[in-house]
């Protein structure tokens, strides 16, 4: 996320970010066991970081804050917590760099906070076995790839002479994969012909030799695509067509140049025919100011055209903001972060920080459309070694965000609402500089 681009959080949290242990006290017949908690945040699960702390503020942490707990759970007793909740991570790391998330207006009484981590801790080594064979159809064996991939399995491929490859399969558990080939052309960036083979069995490392892939589909079909509805704009485009198989990508073509724009694709027949094509357009830079980038991402079934809707661009009413070349300027006193979104998207982030990271302090909030504004309190000064942030050059990175399957704001702190090929996005992006004084 595009995806939701938020800033990089961890799950397996270091033992020394634990709260201090306290012997418990005897048990005594007369008290009550303790209320359960009133407000829970479920933190995101990403890879290993230096953390020094990671602690969750309610409003301005001044009365509600609690540190990560082993799970990356953070609870609060407290029958005041009422209503929504605007939720702070306050991230240090053990450079002393700090980072804060701020999540505006969640309701209910357990929160899941939303990760754009979507890549592998790690590739498991536990070898599955190998898949040994050969590529026909291919016309200049120097612009061939192979690759094989499924669930929980991940292929290194070694490709030998006139179309051979051997590929190592690595996972947890046996599984099936797909085997896919591609041939481009001598730029290496427009797929001339294609094959697949479905759902081959692999597992206790043993070896599937004498495989034949035929380059079989080539890619001679066209995708027509238009822009409509709001948000759209003349210009040059970029159009991508992303072919995925059991939500996994496995090629994609493109074109460029002014609507309408015609991009290549491939016949959606047997073994093609369960494949999810996806379309991605996108409109400007995310450093044009003041417009910014708009990117849609659609699936398109077996259609031969579609029409793509980009959401109204994002503007930026606070902090005054400009391009790299002529930045704004700003008073860090009383300083407030404002915007303008589309009012149809589900959220909005704004990203203020440092230029050249890392910075002292990167802040960023996230927000229903309905809230346009946000002020950066004082961060607690026994919590964090930077409580504002320092005078200099800065960058406001800000987005907005609608996602077809989400009926709302709320459902992406729900932890059910993942990003899949099937579904709609919608999206803008806007880079812009403000210095500091």
Known sequence: MTQIRLLPLLALLLVACHSPQTAEPPDDPGTQP??????????????????????????????????????????????????????????????????????????????????????ISSVPWTKQGTLTGRVTGVVDPRFLSVSASGKGLYGFTKLGAEGAF???????????????????????????????????????????????????????????????????????MTASLQYFLDGQFLFQTSAYGTLPLSVPAIARTAPFDALTPRLRISSGSSSTFPEGSLQTEVPVGAASSVTATFLAPL?????????????????????????????????????????????????SV????????????????????????????????????????????????TGRLERDPGMEIRDTQLFAHVELQ
């Open 166 to 236: 051997s590929i190592d399969l690595r996972g947890d558990e046996p599984g099936t994969v797909n085997l896919f080939a591609q041939e481009t052309d001598d730029s290496g960036q427009n797929v001339l012909r294609v094959g697949l083979q479905r759902g081959i069995a692999v597992g206790s490392g043993a070896t599937v030799g004498g495989l034949g892939l035929e380059l079989n589909h080539p890619v001679d079909q066209t995708l027509d695509v238009t822009v409509g509805g709001r948000g759209a704009r003349g210009g040059e």
């Open 315 to 363: 503007r930026i009413t606070s902090p005054a903001v400009g391009p790299l070349e002529a930045p704004g300027s700003a008073s860090r006193s009383g300083l407030v972060l404002s915007w303008i979104p589309d009012g149809s998207a589900h959220l909005t982030e704004v990203t203020l920080m440092r230029v050249g990271e890392p910075g002292p302090l990167a802040w």
């Open 366 to 413: 996230m927000a229903p459309t309905s809230i346009t504004s946000f002020t950066p309190f004082a961060l607690p000064a026994d919590l964090a070694p930077v409580t504002t942030f320092p005078a200099g050059a800065h960058v406001v990175w800000a987005t907005t965000t609608w996602w077809a399957h989400a009926s709302g704001y709320a459902d992406f702190f």
């Open 34 to 119: 303790p209320p359960g908690p009133t407000f829970t945040v479920h933190a995101p699960h990403d890879a290993p970081s230096p953390y020094r702390s990671v602690h969750v503020l309610l409003g301005d942490g001044r009365r509600f804050r609690e540190r990560l707990d082993e799970n990356a759970v953070a609870r609060f007793h407290d029958p005041a917590i009422v209503g929504p909740q605007d939720v702070s991570l306050v991230i240090v790391y053990a450079s002393g760099e700090v980072k804060v998330q701020t999540y505006l207006a969640l309701e209910g009484t357990e929160v899941w906070l939303p990760s754009i981590t979507n890549s």
